[in-house]
């Protein structure tokens, strides 16, 4: 990490000369202007600006209509995007330059802009912090190589998707030497920007890999787990690859997931612990865990907010299709790690890669925390193949989801209702395009035989 006396004077002795000035926008990626060191030392440390479409757009920069913060109508004027100088540090793969985030800030109040998801997540860790407790997270990120660079792939309109593996990667050390030239400045460069990078391994398919940073207070997880998927798809693009975090990217691969392990600290201990109980869970866990399984439904959306999120979801795959749980049992939507230990932690296995983390972790921690308030009992661990039932199902697809989330009093009270019709917005628009758009599989299957 970089403090701000520390950047002041690499920039005056020419070592930094650029300063990423960004946010986490709602598809979980980087926005923002690049400064010449001189002029943010200078004074734009204190705020710059930006439209306030991009808290309201899509994935490929559009104006989708029925935001209510934000329209043609309104005439989309602009944000406020406050550094938060905490977050200083290099960018050590690219030369000579820092990044700092920023809070999105409404122009006129500078009350921070309830829907922009730094501030969704601040407002459910503080909850969380008034009760005594301290969220403490870890996203696991899962994504594809590829062989050739995003340029080439676009340009070829997406078919010529070969792998950078030639077989099933998992835990594989020697296929895993091979991509080296991407994966070990991905940890060595994320370490040295502050990062507390464990491991990168293959994992159970053709191409696919994983990263996992040690598990922190909830803030710094989804900080963590932005800059690192930013960083990825921008050294495997320096060193002529592509990285996607696309779910699903073909029906007979494995699909990338995004798990999230979760557990309550208090005064530096883990409050989940009991060594009394057989599985060695406490009371407060298990009213946790029931309220994260009472409301997944609810905040499905955050884990997966697009159409081809829910492609995923297939029975013996490793992707979970039940909200149940079980003991480390990799079949089920929530899995007891850890347990009979200090580092008994439930993982939730739901998110995909292309979830936010920072509308995620809020979701759950939302859903954690009704469970604790209403006293929820948890119900006893479901065992053996959990994709054998159909009990309890995952929303089974994306407009299932928009209900679930429109319709939850529970993230309504937690969120505020202005925060999930905004979502609940987000998630219509992208039905309403898939709908209106024809793919290219409706017309090999019925352009002759329709
Ligand atoms: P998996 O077997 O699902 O791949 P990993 O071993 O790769 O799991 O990931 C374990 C993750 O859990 C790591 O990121 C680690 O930092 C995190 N973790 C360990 N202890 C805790 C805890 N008490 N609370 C939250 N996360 C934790």
Not at 117 to 131: F, N, S, T
Not at 178 to 206: F, Q, S
Not at 406 to 418: C, E, F, I, K, P
């Amino acid at each position: 990490m970089l403090t701000f006396k520390e950047l002041e004077s690499q920039v005056a002795g020419g070592s930094i000369d650029t300063v990423l000035v960004c946010f986490v926008d709602m598809q979980g990626r980087l926005m923002g202007k690049r400064f010449h060191g001189g002029h943010f030392v200078g004074g734009a440390w204190e705020e710059t600006h930006c439209c306030n479409y991009l808290l309201a757009t899509d994935l490929e920069m559009g104006t989708p209509d029925g935001y209510a913060s934000t329209s043609w109508e309104r005439g989309y004027g602009d944000y406020v995007m406050k550094p938060d100088l905490s977050t200083l540090r290099l960018v050590p793969w690219l030369e000579g330059t820092a990044l700092v985030l920023c809070d999105v800030l409404d122009h006129h109040t500078h009350a921070e802009v309830p829907h922009s998801p730094r501030a969704m997540l601040k407002r459910q860790v503080a909850r969380v912090r008034a009760l005594g407790f301290e969220p403490m997270m870890a996203t696991e990120l899962e994504f594809f190589l590829f062989e050739k660079g995003f340029d080439e792939i676009r340009k070829g309109g997406f078919q010529d998707l070969t792998p950078i593996s030639g077989y099933n990667e998992d835990y594989h050390i020697l296929q895993t030497t091979k991509e080296e030239h991407v994966m070990r400045p991905i940890r060595n460069h994320l370490w040295e920007a502050g990062l507390p990078i464990e491991c990168t391994k293959g994992e159970a398919e053709t191409g696919q890999e994983e990263l996992n940073i040690k598990y922190a207070p909830a803030m710094d997880t989804a900080e963590y787990h932005s800059i690192a998927k930013h960083a990825i798809k921008e050294i495997a693009w320096q060193q002529g690859h592509a990285a996607t975090f696309l779910p699903k990217w073909h029906h007979d691969k494995v699909g990338s997931s995004s798990h999230v392990h979760q557990s309550l600290w208090a005064d530096g201990k883990p409050a989940f612990h009991d060594s009394d109980d057989a599985l060695g869970m406490s009371d407060l866990m298990k009213s946790y865990m029931a309220g994260l399984l009472k409301y997944a439904p609810d905040y499905t959306y955050f884990m997966a907010p697009y159409i081809n999120s829910y492609k995923r979801f297939m029975k013996g795959t490793f992707a979970p299709t039940r909200i149940i749980w079980s003991v480390d049992n990799r079949t089920a939507g929530y899995r007891l790690c850890g347990e009979g230990s200090k580092a008994i932690r439930v993982e939730c296995r739901i998110p995909g890669s292309d979830m936010n983390p920072y509308l995620a972790m809020a979701g759950m921690l939302a859903a954690g925390l009704a469970g604790i308030e209403e006293g929820l009992e948890l119900q006893p661990a479901t065992v053996g193949d959990v994709y054998q039932g159909d009990t309890g199902l995952i929303p089974g697809d994306l407009g299932a989801a928009r209900t679930a989330l429109h319709g939850s009093d529970m993230l309504r009270a937690a969120m505020g209702d202005d925060v999930v019709d905004h979502y609940a917005r987000a998630a219509e628009v992208e039905i309403e395009e898939f709908a209106r758009v024809v793919t290219d599989w409706e017309v090999a299957r019925g352009f002759e035989r329709a």
